[in-house]
Every structure is written in structure tokens, then in C-alpha cells.
């Protein structure tokens, strides 16, 4: 057997290449699963964006200066395993290279799942690390999967800024602007954001996108990126940039004197990523979704933060698969020439936002 990965240029994200590599065998206590499915959306040119600052390419490393595989969320299958606890045929759900298989090692495993204990990746943020079990999962149905790869991460981001602002009561704000609205943890965020009362949701997005982002029913508004001068410039705001765009964002530090808060989530207009240092107003935080994760674990403990994720998870879901008018449209790519173009289209910024790109290597 033998194991094919995807691999990116961290300094130039649209040169690609394939590796493959002969499978070893297993240590004690290890399993090898192949990735049966795999979600690939802008979040994930996040992930190689910030790859290096965020330690995202620590997750699967290649051993090779300069290549990185970008991490992606899907579900897999035990195909071999050392480890008592985790028998062959399980179905899990979590973090995974771009590629056809990969070596795991389970720890502290539990009935609902258990932690990869690679040593790589002691480090690394718990949430990553974990891979949940199928049959146990509160989330997951069969039929649903697609879904669940594509959005349930980006949503956990989504339900987790919507929940910051609202812990800061937004830090005394009453309109959020949110780039890139088209994007699925940007129409995420506003479909909580508009379940608060007395909050308005303008997103800001292409002209080309602007109908989308409208049929979704959570935006006040929807403004193109030339049409901030619509928005007071006195108006108390709060700023949550998906695109990453340093142009825009220097746009909106200079017209918006009245700036409560400036959120750097992720990087979708790639070309334009910059530096975010001096910018009037405040200052520019990187959101950092598994900090927030840890704060409500502590404070509504595991079960409680659970229920309530689930809950606003099911509402969503239910809301993007409308029928007569579904959110999202599932597209499969099978193969490593439909992997890459799938890569390449997601990467450009330029797809269709009602797209979901699921890929097997």
C-alpha cells in the first residue's frame, strides 16, 4: 500500500505537487485510516495563509523546507490498526491531511472519541487533535455528511465569534461589518449575529455576489466593497474581516472613527493579504476560535458548551438546506486532477459562494 498527499509551496500557494509514499508498517498503538472524504473551502486558505504564525502547517508536516500540506475536515475510516481501543471499520470525524490516507495515534480515548498523540503534535491546540467517533457523535447523520464536513467547522468559527462580540457586548457597538459575505463562516456569523436584538449585519461583498448574499435572509444590508460611504461614518461599529483584504481593512480604520473592535478571522482575498500595524482606531486581533472554545468549556463545562453548539448547529443547518432554495449546492471531485483544479478554483476567491467542494484523493 502506499499513501498519495498533496503538497503546497508555503510561499506560493498555487504551485502544488503529489507525493507518494510507501506505507510502513504500524507502531503498538498506532492506526492508518483513509480519508474518504474531505471538505475544501476558503477556511482552509486560511489555514496556508497563516500557516506559519498560526502553526498550521505543524499539523502534517513534510519534512521538507519549504512544502506544507494544508490541513482539511472529513471523515475517514479505520483501515489497520495496533490500538486495543480503536478497531478496524470505525468511521471518524476530524482534521486530516489532503491525501488518500494517514498514520494516527489514538490517546485518551473515550466512548464519543479520542486525541492523535503524535508527538508533532503535543503542541498543537487540543481542538485539532481531536477525532471524533461516528456512532457517538450528537452532530453527525449519515446523510448529512457533506454538510457536516463543509460547514460544521466553519460554523463552530461562525457560533464562536457571534458568542465573543455578545460576551463583550460588543464592545459597545450596534452595527458589525462582515467582508467577504459570501464566504460560509462570514454568512455563518450572520445568521447568529442576526438572532441578537438591536444588532444590524452589513456585509460587505462583490458585485457579482451581492444577490447571494441577500437570498440568504441574515444581512440588514449588503454593500459592494466601493460602498461604505452607505454606512455613517460616525456610526459605533465593530469590524469582522473574513477577507483579509489589508486595503479594505485600511478603508475601514480610516472611515470609521467611531471603531469599537477590528476582528481578523481568516484570508479569502489571498492576492491582497498584508500587515495590519498602523491602522487608526484599534487594533487588529487575529480571532482565535479555540481560546473562546476553552473560556466556555471552563465556565459552561464540556456537556454545556456541547448542547448549546448543537442546538444553534441544527437551526443552521436546517436553514441552509431549505428546499426550493438550499445555501449550498454539494460538488464531488474524485482523483488527483480534480483535487488540484478544485484547489486552484477555491484558492482564485472566484468560485460560485453556493458551491461545497468535497474531494477524494
Given at each position: 500500500?502506499?499513501?498519495?498527499?498533496?503538497?503546497?509551496?508555503?510561499?506560493?500557494?498555487?504551485?502544488?505537487?503529489?507525493h507518494?509514499?510507501?506505507?510502513?508498517?504500524?507502531?503498538p498503538g498506532?492506526?492508518?485510516?483513509?480519508?474518504?472524504?474531505?471538505?475544501?473551502?476558503?477556511?482552509?486558505?486560511?489555514?496556508?495563509?497563516?500557516?506559519?504564525?498560526?502553526?498550521?502547517?505543524?499539523?502534517?508536516?513534510?519534512?521538507?523546507e519549504g512544502w506544507?500540506?494544508?490541513?482539511?475536515?472529513?471523515?475517514?475510516?479505520?483501515?489497520?490498526?495496533?490500538?486495543?481501543?480503536?478497531?478496524?471499520?470505525?468511521?471518524?470525524?476530524?482534521?486530516?491531511?489532503?491525501?488518500?490516507?494517514?498514520?494516527?495515534?489514538?490517546?485518551?480515548?473515550?466512548?464519543?472519541?479520542?486525541?492523535?498523540?503524535?508527538?508533532?503534535?503535543?503542541?498543537?491546540?487540543?481542538?485539532?487533535?481531536?477525532?471524533?467517533?461516528?456512532a457517538?457523535?450528537?452532530?453527525?447523520?449519515?446523510?448529512?455528511?457533506?454538510?457536516?464536513?463543509?460547514?460544521?467547522?466553519?460554523?463552530?468559527?461562525?457560533?464562536?465569534?457571534?458568542?465573543?462580540?455578545?460576551?463583550?457586548?460588543?464592545?459597545?457597538?450596534?452595527?458589525?461589518?462582515?467582508?467577504?459575505?459570501?464566504?460560509?463562516?462570514?454568512?455563518?456569523?450572520?445568521?447568529?449575529?442576526?438572532?441578537?436584538?438591536?444588532?444590524?449585519?452589513?456585509?460587505?461583498?462583490?458585485?457579482?455576489?451581492v444577490?447571494?448574499?441577500?437570498?440568504?435572509?441574515?444581512?440588514?444590508?449588503?454593500?459592494?466593497?466601493?460602498?461604505?460611504?452607505?454606512?455613517?461614518?460616525?456610526?459605533?461599529?465593530?469590524?469582522?474581516?473574513?477577507?483579509?483584504?489589508?486595503?479594505?481593512?485600511?478603508?475601514?480604520h480610516?472611515?470609521?472613527?467611531?471603531?469599537k473592535?477590528?476582528?481578523s478571522?481568516?484570508?479569502?482575498?489571498?492576492?491582497?493579504?498584508?500587515?495590519?500595524?498602523?491602522?487608526?482606531?484599534?487594533?487588529?486581533?487575529?480571532?482565535?476560535?479555540?481560546?473562546?472554545?476553552?473560556?466556555?468549556?471552563?465556565?459552561?463545562?464540556?456537556?454545556?458548551?456541547?448542547?448549546?453548539?448543537?442546538?444553534?448547529?441544527?437551526?443552521?443547518?436546517?436553514?441552509?438546506?431549505?428546499?426550493?432554495?438550499?445555501?449550498?449546492?454539494?460538488?464531488?471531485?474524485?482523483?488527483?486532477?480534480?483535487?488540484?483544479?478544485?484547489?486552484?478554483?477555491v484558492?482564485?476567491?472566484?468560485?460560485?459562494?453556493?458551491?461545497?467542494?468535497?474531494?477524494?484523493?
Open positions: 500500500m502506499s499513501t498519495t498527499i498533496l503538497q503546497i509551496r508555503k510561499d506560493h500557494l498555487p504551485t502544488t505537487r503529489w507518494e509514499r510507501a506505507d510502513e508498517p504500524l507502531a498506532q492506526v492508518r485510516v483513509r480519508i474518504d472524504r474531505f471538505a475544501l473551502t476558503s477556511n482552509n486558505i486560511t489555514y496556508a495563509a497563516f500557516g506559519e504564525a498560526m502553526n498550521y502547517w505543524r499539523f502534517y508536516p513534510t519534512g521538507e506544507g500540506v494544508i490541513p482539511v475536515w472529513g471523515f475517514a475510516t479505520v483501515v489497520e490498526s495496533t490500538h486495543p481501543e480503536v478497531p478496524v471499520g470505525e468511521r471518524v470525524y476530524g482534521y486530516f491531511p489532503m491525501a488518500s490516507h494517514t498514520v494516527l495515534t489514538p490517546v485518551r480515548v473515550s466512548a464519543g472519541g479520542w486525541s492523535d498523540g503524535a508527538p508533532h503534535r503535543a503542541e498543537l491546540h487540543p481542538v485539532y487533535n481531536q477525532l471524533t467517533r461516528c457517538t457523535d450528537p452532530f453527525y447523520t449519515r446523510d448529512t455528511e457533506d454538510v457536516q464536513a463543509l460547514l460544521r467547522p466553519l460554523f463552530t468559527t461562525s457560533w464562536l465569534i457571534d458568542d465573543f462580540l455578545a460576551d463583550n457586548d460588543f464592545f459597545g457597538a450596534r452595527v458589525v461589518v462582515l467582508s467577504s459575505a459570501s464566504s460560509k463562516t462570514a454568512y455563518g456569523t450572520a445568521f447568529q449575529l442576526a438572532q441578537r436584538e438591536g444588532i444590524e449585519v452589513v456585509g460587505l461583498t462583490s458585485p457579482g455576489n444577490a447571494f448574499c441577500e437570498s440568504l435572509g441574515c444581512y440588514s444590508r449588503v454593500l459592494t466593497y466601493d460602498q461604505l460611504d452607505a454606512i455613517d461614518a460616525d456610526a459605533a461599529c465593530v469590524y469582522v474581516d473574513f477577507a483579509g483584504n489589508s486595503d479594505l481593512r485600511r478603508a475601514i480610516t472611515r470609521f472613527v467611531n471603531l473592535h477590528s476582528s478571522i481568516g484570508g479569502t482575498h489571498v492576492e491582497h493579504l498584508g500587515a495590519a500595524k498602523d491602522l487608526p482606531g484599534p487594533r487588529a486581533t487575529l480571532f482565535f476560535a479555540p481560546a473562546q472554545i476553552k473560556k466556555r468549556a471552563t465556565e459552561w463545562g464540556p456537556a454545556g458548551l456541547n448542547q448549546r453548539l448543537v442546538a444553534a448547529w441544527q437551526a443552521f443547518s436546517k436553514a441552509v438546506a431549505q428546499p426550493g432554495a438550499p445555501w449550498l449546492v454539494v460538488q464531488t471531485h474524485h482523483g488527483r486532477a480534480a483535487v488540484e483544479a478544485a484547489y486552484a478554483q484558492l482564485s476567491g472566484r468560485g460560485d459562494p453556493r458551491l461545497g467542494h468535497m474531494l477524494q484523493v
